[in-house]
């Protein structure tokens, strides 16, 4: 394993294991993994959330994630400087109406470092706030960066469905490691289509690097398994994946573009990139992702999880059949949406979404 992806995973297991179940011990990890995910997940308070600017949740969860993620590589990655592209900055944890919420993601923190004892540090609430603002950097085309979404799919969290921690680097603007932790993700396939599996192990942590391949393995760490994508290469036979939210994507166009293609079973809807990690190892064929009017990617939503797809064989491109480019700054610059297939099925698939784009700008608007 390489020394950066034993840093990713060192980051990633920090941030789920020791912040969000913040009492610990690792072989107690099995029992306070559910403990995690049945308790704390659905326990979160009220308080502990917040709404930002675009109306979208964050939680005690999102920072304390993104605090613990930048520490860790802030220590373990010494050498040259350090740039990190992240989802969360301070600005509303600043302001007086934060405090009680500042209060909670300090202590949080500080126990979770305590209990880990790794690193001999307690965090003030000004180290809190910097901590996070390490994620400022803007990231572009030279250089490294890390990339860090440190809850994706905070809505799946809150709603006790999918969520991951994604962490992705940077090298001259090209993707060259990412690992995303699911732990709400069973470790068997859910090719069932309902976004359940007949293996009981919850949790599954994906890693890539740049021309070597994708794995998964267990949150306990079970050897790691190689990964593939489908080799589906008739339509008729794909099941595709969606976000939930019907405000993330377009549902009407997705299934148009379905049905077009000839694809027969109906979407499969989960949060956050779980559904690049599922994509990766072959649970389902197609990932459509068409965002509404307006809307801007960010380059967090999709590093970590684009390689881990390109890595196991897969495809990822926008609506013309492009290549996602993060040299771009913290936006991806994307033609109308993302699609992530396998080699056999992506010409097909781009025709089909092509025609269904014409359509649908072709289509009378209702009033
Ligand atoms: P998903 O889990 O597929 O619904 O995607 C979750 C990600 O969608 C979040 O991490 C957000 O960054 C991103 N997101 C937020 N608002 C929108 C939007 N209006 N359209 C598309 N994606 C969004
Ligand atoms: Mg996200």
């Known amino acids: 394993m390489s020394t950066y992806i034993r840093v990713l995973l060192i980051a990633l297991l920090a941030s789920f294991f020791r912040f969000l179940m913040h009492s610990c ?68 944890l600043r302001k007086d109406s934060a405090e009680e919420i500042l209060e909670h993601i300090t202590d949080l923190v500080n126990e979770t470092l305590a209990e880990d004892g790794s690193y001999n540090i307690t965090l003030s609430k000004e180290g809190i706030l910097s901590a996070i603002d390490t994620g400022k950097s803007e990231g572009g085309p030279s250089g490294r960066h890390w990339v860090l979404d440190p809850i994706d799919g905070t809505k799946g969290f809150l709603r006790g469905g999918q969520y991951a921690i994604a962490l992705a680097l940077l090298d001259e603007g090209k993707v060259v490691l990412g690992v995303l932790g699911c732990p709400n993700l069973p470790l068997a396939s859910i090719s069932n289509l309902n976004g359940s599996s007949s293996g009981d192990q919850m949790g599954a942590l994906f890693s890539a690097t740049v021309g070597c391949g994708a794995e998964v393995e267990s949150l306990e760490g079970s050897p790691p398994q190689k990964i593939s994508v489908c080799t589906i290469d008739n339509p008729v036979n794909a099941s595709f994946f969606e976000s939930y939210e019907g405000a993330h994507t377009m549902h009407d166009l997705t299934g148009s573009i379905a049905e077009k293609l000839g694809v027969q079973a109906p979407p499969v809807r989960i949060d956050s990139q779980a559904k690049y990690g599922a994509l990766a190892r ?86």
Not at 51 to 71: E, F, H, I, R, W
Not at 301 to 317: F, K, L, N, P, S
């Open 25 to 92: 011990s690792w072989n107690l990890l099995l029992l306070l993994r559910v403990f995690l995910l049945q308790t704390v997940q659905q326990e979160i308070l009220q308080s502990d959330i917040q709404s930002k600017a675009d109306k979208s949740p964050v939680t005690v969860a999102d920072y304390g994630s993104q605090v613990l993620v930048s520490l860790a590589l802030n220590m373990e990655v010494t050498s040259g400087s350090f740039s990190m592209v992240a989802e969360e900055d301070s600005e509303d």
């Open 282 to 367: 072959g649970d389902g064929a197609i990932y459509l992702r068409f965002p509404h009017k307006g809307y801007k990617e960010k380059i967090w939503d999709h590093a970590a999880g684009a390689i881990v797809v390109t890595e196991a064989g897969g495809v990822v491109t926008d609506a013309s059949g492009n290549d996602l480019d993060f040299s771009k700054g913290r936006f991806l610059d994307v033609d109308t949406g993302i699609i992530a297939t396998n080699k056999q099925l992506m010409p097909s698939l781009l025709k089909s979404v092509q025609e269904a784009i014409k359509e649908k700008s072709q289509a009378p608007s209702p009033l």
